[in-house]
């Protein structure tokens, strides 16, 4: 049983495509995540959603949308995808709201390759 | 605003020997410390978190870390590596906001502990 899922595990496109990465916890956490990480392993995070609301928004292009259905799933969406968006993107999550002391469950990531 | 520096890119280490992994960190408030494990090609897993409780931190595999405010550190420590070890480690600090309400964990830029045989 996997914790977090995130589908497609592999991603490659052309420049100017759009394209979406699905993420889903059974977990039954409130708090999803999507972080970012470069060729240099450096991890940043991008968005934080808690029970389908916004609450991190980090400096993020906004040809990226993320979207919440439900307190299960979060999805990222891109826009007119650019050499520089390739790059691991990892979903995780979290039981609480706050978060500060709560532990993550990461996602095994989406490798993002674009053209 | 807080930050994290782990002082080292690779450690190299022989297998049964020690690990010594540092983590610096700047906080303006009390920090939560984590420490994340990389495998490639896998996500991130919890090695171990300080949260205000006992500053010495066991976690799992045998890995544990000392959280010193007076040093602002918080080093990853193994008494004996094993070839299994060899992976990223992230160390992560946490921070409550100063307005309060959300929190955004700021990681390191990651020390790759590298285990000869």
């Known amino acids: 049983d996997t914790a977090v899922s995130q589908t497609p595990k592999y991603l490659v496109t052309q420049m100017g495509n759009d394209k979406s990465i699905k993420c889903e916890q059974n977990?039954?956490?409130?708090?999803m995540y999507w972080y970012k990480q470069d060729s240099k392993k450096f991890l940043k995070i991008m968005f934080s959603?808690?029970?389908?609301?916004?609450?991190i928004n980090e400096t993020v292009p906004n040809r990226f949308s993320p979207k919440s259905p439900d307190k299960a799933h979060l999805n990222l969406h891109i826009n007119s995808l650019e050499l520089g968006d390739s790059a691991v993107y990892f979903c995780?999550?979290?039981?609480?709201?706050?978060?500060?002391?709560?532990?993550?469950?990461f996602g095994p990531g989406t490798r993002l390759t674009v053209l | 605003a807080q930050s994290v520096t782990q002082l080292d890119s690779h450690v190299s280490v022989s297998e049964g020997t020690p690990v010594l992994l540092r983590c610096n960190y700047s906080?303006?408030?009390?920090?939560?410390l984590f420490w994340y494990v990389q495998h490639p090609n896998k996500g991130l897993q919890l090695l171990l978190k300080?949260?205000?409780?006992?500053?010495l931190v066991k976690g799992i595999n045998g890995f544990e870390a000392e959280f010193k405010k007076s040093e602002t550190s918080f080093h990853l420590t193994k008494p004996s590596a094993h070839m299994s070890d060899a992976a990223e480690y992230f160390c992560?600090?946490?921070?409550?906001?100063?307005?309060?309400?959300?929190?955004?964990?700021?990681f390191g830029r990651g020390t790759s502990l590298i285990v000869h045989p």
């Open positions: 995780a999550s979290s039981r609480g709201a706050s978060g500060r002391t709560d532990t993550q469950y």
């Open positions: 977990l039954g956490h409130d708090t």
């Open positions: 959603y808690n029970n389908k609301e916004l609450i």
């Open positions: 906080s303006s408030y009390s920090p939560s």
């Open positions: 300080y949260t205000s409780a006992a500053t």
């Open positions: 992560v600090v946490s921070d409550v906001a100063p307005s309060g309400g959300s929190y955004i964990p700021t």
